[in-house]
């Protein structure tokens, strides 16, 4: 691989050495990135290596400050530093809302030169967020590889019981102690094999978008992505027995998958439609008050489902599409408007719409992608012919005992059928769902979800 990955003797992650000529811009990490066992004690260490000063709030909840915490504190207390706990009690799983929020902010101190967060994705999200507000730098701990979200610069929070997106930072040291992870429960590690599998789907899809739309496609990113997912599915078993070499795998599959954003500065390689029907089920779940399912958990059967459209488009037959019956069937530009609001509703329909403005194609945009298609369709064909065995995926999913339907997500069929439909719809990032709307047959595709009511 034109890349390498390695960890140093203080188990530091190092990506170098990328040779790409595609066209992104590619940077390297400069977050240190630990992985490894007994690392805790060595925070100190790590922080004190890039100057981030003395001074510090500590953010846990009360599961993970039991957890990692305490013991954080400990040694950052030995070694001279000053740390102001902010531990948020919760009786549920904590969410990342205002309060949470909040806590974190009335926390910080003047005197205050970096955070450190415990846990995993509601944790890192609430210090990720405060961290960027107040333009401090922070460290994260994590408890459980159950989401690819570490790296991320983006913190998805709750206010007032909606679900937001935050411009935020990434942390400047992730540590990773694998002792810690594999105290996490068994449902923690279930979703970050659910999010780790989704990546198959996303890497088509960028694929697919490059085919279309010349998207740029970066081939190092995209294999670093599809080694670790591979790996993952080939050690799936050390995974459910929660061994360390099982979740080092998933650790850095999910690692890895994060740094990828970091090098080419998007999430083109980690999230597509299978995340797109994921955040549809949290955000109509949050809607009705409901506690949404674990994300991981939602990405990996929206994967499933996704996963057989894949493969009977490799079995279609583009030269059978009329293209006169297609432009007469193509909706309005108002009816889209209509179907957007009936979908996501009237906030998230307007916003939607109003941060993807080309998605409502001219019929001649729509008449060159068909045409692409057709012309290209052996690499269409062998983009999905490389994926493997959908029923591989499953046996994995199986045999970590994770969730395959949306029944065991309290996902409803009215609402699974809505979330098939709108999948395309909610950014403009290209999909194969996109493709197969534009040649006409998503109808046809998606017969086994019928929706109850159309509102055109
Ligand atoms: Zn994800
Ligand atoms: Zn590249």
């Excluded at 050495?17 to 811009?25: A, K, L, Q, V, Y």
Aim: hydrophobic share 40%; aromatic share 6%.
């Amino acid at each position: 691989m034109p890349v390498s990955i390695s960890y140093d003797q203080n188990s530091r992650l190092e990506i170098s050495g990328i040779e790409c000529d595609c066209p992104c811009d590619h940077s390297l990490p400069s977050q240190d990135i630990y992985v490894g066992t007994g690392l805790l004690p060595k925070i100190p260490d790590y922080i004190k290596k890039r100057d981030l000063g003395k001074h510090c709030v500590l953010v846990a909840d009360n599961i993970t400050y039991e957890i990692a915490g305490r013991a954080v504190e400990d040694s950052l207390l030995q070694a001279g530093f000053h740390v102001i706990p902010c531990v948020i009690h919760r009786e549920q799983p904590m969410d990342p809302d205002e309060r949470a929020c909040g806590e974190v902010l009335l926390s910080i101190q003047p005197e205050t030169e970096f955070l450190i967060s415990v846990g995993s994705g509601s944790i890192t999200d609430t210090t990720r967020v405060n961290a960027m507000r107040t333009k401090l730098p922070f460290v994260c701990v994590g408890t459980a590889a159950s989401m690819d979200g570490y790296t991320s610069i983006v913190a998805p929070l709750l206010l007032r019981g909606v679900k937001i997106h935050r411009a935020a930072v990434c942390p400047e040291i992730i540590v990773c102690d694998i002792d810690i992870l594999r105290t996490a429960p068994l449902d923690m590690v279930q979703s970050g094999v659910g999010d780790v599998l989704g990546k198959y789907i996303a890497k088509a899809d960028w694929m697919i978008g490059n085919i279309i739309n010349d998207e740029p496609y970066c081939p190092v990113c995209g294999e670093i992505v599809t080694d670790a997912v591979n790996k993952l599915v080939d050690n799936v078993d050390e995974i459910s027995e929660i061994t360390e070499k099982g979740i080092r795998i998933l650790i850095e599959a999910l690692l890895l998958a994060g740094a990828t954003i970091m090098i080419i500065g998007n999430t083109r390689a980690v999230a597509s439609v299978e995340h797109n029907i994921a955040h549809y089920w949290e955000m109509m779940q949050l809607l009705h008050g409901n506690h949404p399912p674990a994300h991981g958990a939602s990405v990996g059967v929206a994967t499933l489902l996704a996963w057989p459209l894949f493969t009977r488009f490799a079995q279609e037959d583009l030269t059978r599409l009329d293209m006169a019956k297609i432009r007469e069937r193509r909706i309005s530009r108002e009816e889209r408007v209509k179907w957007m609001l009936h979908a996501f509703g009237e906030e998230a329909g307007k916003a939607i719409m109003h941060d993807n403005q080309g998605d409502f194609l001219t019929w001649e945009e729509q008449k060159r992608r068909i045409l692409r298609a057709q012309e290209r369709f052996v690499e269409i064909k062998k983009v999905i012919d490389d994926l493997p065995d959908l029923a591989r995926i499953l046996e994995a999913m199986k045999a970590l005992g994770a969730s395959e339907t949306t029944k065991e997500l309290g996902v409803d069929e009215n609402l699974l059928n809505l979330s098939m439909h709108c999948a395309k719809d909610y950014r403009t990032r290209y999909t194969l769902f996109k493709l197969i709307d534009e040649c006409g047959l998503l109808q046809d595709y998606l017969e086994d979800y019928p929706l109850v009511e159309r509102p055109y």
